[in-house]
């Protein structure tokens, strides 16, 4: 069952894959590895060119005719080149809109650690977007580090990579979510490829208790 925030649905598609549903109007963020889905796109917003988070098979599943894109150069030239259909390329600080209502915001997403540098520099301009709707916002953060800019960002929701390697891991998280102060947490990007998935969850609920940040693990949709 989809989470639900006012009038906005949030369903968990896997790793950093979430549809997010607005006034019977349906926006997915980097969809991946989709079996079955149950509906298909009004709007696809994809955060970066990985594989992980670029999935044209999964796109595959869930275009339409009428179907929008948004991402990264690297992202909308590949669109436009495979499905023949105009993608809007964005850089960190667009701001643009969708039918529905809803606004989109894009924010940096990039590493900062030394370790981390190689895999998502802050060169490439990918991407993070604040998703707003009736004054509600929801911020993906992407493929990312906690970042001086995060402490800019404002959201009732926060969707947060918890599984290191990549991305921050739990405790960093847990730090970029107490600079955000969402409402809500909500982790993802620490199932799909991590032995310590059950430790990463237990370890940000835990480093968030007592803040006034609920975190809502929420469950993949299959």
Not at 55 to 74: A, H, R, Y
Not at 137 to 158: L, P, Q, S, V, W
Request: charged share 25%; glycine share 6%.
């Amino acid at each position: 069952m989809p989470y639900k925030y006012f009038d906005i649905e949030i369903s968990w598609l896997g790793h950093a894959g979430f549809r997010i549903v607005t006034n019977k109007h349906v926006h997915y963020i980097d969809p991946f590895q989709l079996k079955k889905p149950k509906l298909k796109a009004d709007v696809i917003l994809f955060t970066h060119s990985h594989y992980d988070h670029f999935d044209l098979s999964s796109v595959e599943k869930i275009i339409k005719d009428d179907t929008i894109f948004f991402g990264p150069l690297q992202c909308t030239n590949q669109i436009e080149a495979k499905f023949s259909k105009q993608a809007m390329a964005l850089s960190p600080g667009s701001e643009t809109s969708c039918s529905c209502g809803a606004k989109i915001y894009t924010v940096r997403a990039y590493n900062v650690k030394q370790e981390r540098l190689q895999f998502h520099p802050k060169s490439n301009n990918w991407l993070g977007y604040i998703f707003e709707f009736n004054g509600k916002r929801i911020y993906h953060a992407g493929d990312t580090d906690f970042i001086e800019e995060m402490k800019n960002i404002k959201c009732d929701i926060a969707l947060l990579p918890i599984g290191g390697t990549y991305t921050m891991d739990a405790l960093e998280a847990v730090e970029a979510a107490k600079a955000i102060k969402p409402k809500i947490a909500v982790p993802m990007h620490y199932k799909a490829f991590s032995k310590n998935s059950k430790k990463a969850e237990e370890d940000f609920k835990k480093g968030l208790e007592g803040t006034g940040i609920k975190v809502e693990i929420l469950k993949e949709e299959e």
